[in-house]
């Protein structure tokens, strides 16, 4: 239980790629995430600090910042699991431009999911029967692992093949089409491989496997990815790609 | 944008990254050099015997188990990549691999070294 006059010191980004930290110190609460610090800030000290959230319970994917050094979603990210000596650094995310302070512009990020072809594409229409997929498949096994993705760029932010490649299409984006690949009832496997590899795509992974370390819903794009090679190189063999 | 963050990094299968690279690029530096050495022996026998003294000394003893030690970890690394490609990550197992690629180079690495001795 934090005393009532412990101060939590917290520096925020302010303003674009050029801007700087600025110190605020900020009262420490019992069950404070580190949201409720930006929140604080912004409420108390300085109403034109520009953030990001929605809906405060690790749904949206909305509220993701780099807190000490780490992408973190901050609405699930409690101040007392990250901040033992009451120091608090929170930047925007990384490798996403900077619109104003803790604001990213997350174009790019859901453009490569596109890229990516990360749109479900049916063989059924409406007047179809409902598809049976079978739960216990490991085709479908292999796509609920990778699905619950919230689009939080957590692990987009970590990847340094990211920053390094800026084509690169990133851990969310490949995630996505791994769990379209593995879905029986998608018609565009072979064009959705074709979109993934390549220097762009899976095989610039280097498996630092950090976004598998930070993703906020345990997801593993490491894995996903691994997927995608694995079967992009049997699709090559068999001379579909 | 601002880059990725150090403190973002600690983590064994960066390193694991870390040691493929440089070993590779050691090993791209290393190699003709390698071979310009044994070139030697095509101008005569007493320039490769010079040369082959002037490896004994320690320091390039010492040089030789760090450079056995790098090609193991690259062919170890290179295997775990190719059983990433081919059988799949699984996070459980992850740690256990990057301990058996690294115990394996270091055995080599010191098998070498007892050889020396
Ligand atoms: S495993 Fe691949 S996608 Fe994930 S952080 Fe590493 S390089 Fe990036
Ligand atoms: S894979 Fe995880 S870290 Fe990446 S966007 Fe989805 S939920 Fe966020
Ligand atoms: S505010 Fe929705 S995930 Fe944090």
């Given amino acids: 239980m934090p005393r009532p006059e412990q101060l939590l010191h917290t520096r925020v980004w302010r303003g674009g790629t050029d801007g700087q930290f600025q110190s605020y110190d900020v009262p420490r609460q019992e069950s404070q995430t580190v949201l409720d610090v930006v929140t604080w800030i912004q409420r108390r000290v300085d109403p034109s600090l520009a953030y990001r959230f929605a809906c405060r319970v690790g749904m949206c994917g909305s509220c993701a910042m780099t807190v000490n050094g780490l992408p973190r979603w901050t609405c699930r990210t409690h101040v007392a699991r990250v901040a033992p000596d009451d120091r608090l650094e929170i930047a925007p995310l990384a490798n996403l431009p900077i619109v104003r302070d803790l604001v990213v512009d997350m174009r ?5 999911w596109r890229e990516a072809k990360g749109q479900f594409v049916p063989t059924a229409t409406r007047h179809d029967p409902i598809a049976r997929v079978c739960p216990d498949s490991p085709a479908r096994r292999a796509a609920d692992a990778a699905i619950q993705c919230i689009g939080c760029a957590v692990c987009y932010a970590s990847c340094d093949v990211v920053a390094w490649n800026p ?17 029986e009832r998608d018609g ?54 | 944008m601002i880059r990725t963050d150090w403190r973002n990094r600690g983590h064994s299968a960066y390193w694991a990254f870390l040691i493929h690279r440089i070993s590779g690029l050691l090993l791209a530096f290393f ?4 071979f310009l050495a044994l070139g030697q022996a095509l101008s005569g026998e007493s320039a490769l015997d010079a040369f082959l003294a002037w490896t004994e000394r320690p320091l390039l003893k010492l ?31 992850q740690k256990a691999l990057l301990a058996v690629a690294g115990g394996v180079a270091a055995f080599c690495a010191l098998l070498y070294a007892l050889n020396l001795a």
């Fill in chain 1, 108 to 112: 790019e990020f859901f453009d490569k």
């Fill in chain 1, 167 to 183: 084509k690169y299409l990133g851990p969310a984006a490949l995630n996505r089409a791994w769990t379209l690949v593995r879905d």
């Fill in chain 1, 188 to 241: 565009e496997r072979r064009q959705r491989l074709s979109a993934v590899v390549g220097d762009a795509g899976c095989h610039a992974c280097h498996t630092h496997t950090l976004c598998t370390e930070r993703c906020p819903m345990h997801l593993s794009p490491t894995t996903s990815i691994a997927g995608l090679k694995r079967a992009a190189a049997i699709a090559a063999l068999r001379g579909e790609l």
């Fill in chain 2, 31 to 34: 190699l003709p050099l390698h």
């Fill in chain 2, 63 to 93: 040089s030789e188990i760090v450079l056995v030690f790098l090609l193991a970890a690259h062919l170890t690394g290179g295997l775990r990549l190719l059983s990433i490609e081919f059988v799949g990550w699984h996070r459980e197992s």
